[in-house]
């Protein structure tokens, strides 16, 4: 218990000094939001970005040409991406693409719980699209998008774990620490990376699950949900919660007295989701 508090103490007075080593997101996204948000920006400059990026252009194509987003026409350009697709959605799959590459470590251990971290992810990610398509004035590529992020609290963590002998030997102490610390860290690093109030109120607020608000579903609602359901079946302490009291389901217009929501009809846009990013 005392190398936990120790660890939080000195976790949370190197957050709240700067001192912490977030994350940082690659510069090729960085790049396409700035355009994005530069109103004198058009598609070929915002594909010109991408393309200094081999891998990228080739995923991006990729993805354009699935079953989730393709046309009647195949797509071979990266300025087709930008001109079917919009520089909004293209903007948020740059990022959506790019945050793979930031769940590797050098230690094996680590490595392993990152990758289970991203792979969890990325079920969130898939149902809170699926749940966003009936939500109005919420993108179902955003909703997405808020999905893969809701745990990128877990990274700084599971970092400075790889320099910490007694967390590697002890993974309930590891899973303790998550618990506490990860969405508080994730609000953090949404807000370094300047991402919108609405995404950074994810990573901090998606395990509240006393939260209510007024009005309709919003982007915490939906993956609040989504990561409940994940959890389904699991031994995971999310895993026997009462869904019941989380008010999240009513505006979501779902059951909260059932243990699984029904995603039958959505199975086969969940398992494209998957096919994007594992």
Same mark, same amino acid.
């Given at each position: 218990?005392?190398?936990?508090?120790?660890?939080?103490?000195?976790?949370?007075?190197?957050?709240?000094?700067?001192?912490?080593?977030?994350?940082?997101?690659?510069?090729?996204?960085?790049?396409?939001?700035?355009?994005?948000?530069?109103?004198?920006?058009?598609?070929?400059?915002?594909?010109?970005?991408?393309?200094?990026?081999?891998?990228?252009?080739?995923?991006?194509?990729?993805?354009?040409?699935?079953?989730?987003?393709?046309?009647?026409?195949?797509?071979?350009?990266?300025?087709?991406?930008?001109?079917?697709?919009?520089?909004?959605?293209?903007?948020?799959?740059?990022?959506?693409?790019?945050?793979?590459?930031?769940? $590797?470590?050098? @230690?094996?251990?680590?490595?392993?719980?990152?990758?289970?971290?991203?792979?969890?992810? !990325? &079920? +969130? #990610?898939?149902?809170?699209?699926?749940?966003?398509?009936?939500?109005?004035?919420?993108?179902?590529?955003?909703?997405?998008?808020?999905?893969?992020?809701?745990?990128?609290?877990?990274?700084?963590?599971?970092?400075?774990?790889?320099?910490?002998?007694?967390?590697?030997?002890?993974?309930?102490?590891?899973?303790?620490?998550?618990?506490?610390?990860?969405?508080?860290?994730?609000?953090?690093?949404?807000?370094?990376?300047?991402?919108?109030?609405?995404?950074?109120?994810?990573?901090? $607020?998606?395990? @509240?699950?006393?939260?209510?608000?007024?009005?309709?579903?919003?982007?915490?609602?939906? !993956? &609040? +949900? #989504?990561?409940?359901?994940?959890?389904?079946?699991?031994?995971?302490?999310?895993?026997?919660?009462?869904?019941?009291?989380?008010?999240?389901?009513?505006?979501?217009?779902?059951?909260?007295?059932?243990?699984?929501?029904?995603?039958?009809?959505?199975?086969?846009?969940?398992?494209?989701?998957?096919?994007?990013?594992?």
């Amino acid at each position: 218990m005392d190398s936990e508090e120790n660890f939080v103490t000195e976790l949370l007075a190197d957050l709240e000094s700067g001192q912490l080593q977030l994350p940082t997101l690659p510069e090729v996204a960085l790049r396409v939001r700035d355009a994005v948000e530069d109103e004198e920006a058009n598609a070929g400059q915002i594909a010109d970005i991408i393309a200094q990026d081999a891998a990228l252009s080739a995923r991006l194509i990729q993805v354009a040409n699935s079953p989730l987003y393709r046309g009647r026409q195949e797509i071979d350009r990266l300025s087709m991406v930008v001109a079917r697709l919009g520089s909004k959605l293209v903007r948020n799959l740059v990022t959506s693409q790019v945050m793979k590459q930031m769940f $590797q470590a050098t @230690n094996d251990l680590i490595d392993e719980r990152l990758r289970a971290v991203w792979e969890h992810s !990325v &079920q +969130v #990610a898939a149902i809170s699209r699926a749940l966003a398509g009936p939500c109005p004035g919420i993108a179902a590529d955003q909703a997405m998008l808020a999905g893969l992020l809701h745990d990128v609290g877990t990274l700084p963590i599971l970092y400075r774990a790889e320099e910490r002998d007694e967390l590697l030997d002890t993974p309930g102490l590891l899973d303790s620490l998550i618990t506490r610390l990860h969405t508080r860290i994730g609000g953090a690093i949404l807000s370094h990376w300047r991402f919108s109030d609405s995404l950074v109120e994810v990573a901090s $607020q998606h395990e @509240n699950l006393d939260r209510t608000h007024d009005g309709g579903p919003d982007l915490v609602d939906i !993956v &609040q +949900v #989504a990561n409940l359901q994940s959890h389904v079946g699991t031994d995971h302490r999310l895993g026997r919660v009462d869904w019941s009291r989380v008010s999240a389901f009513q505006r979501l217009g779902l059951n909260g007295d059932v243990h699984e929501i029904e995603l039958t009809a959505c199975a086969e846009e969940i398992d494209e989701v998957h096919n994007l990013f594992v």
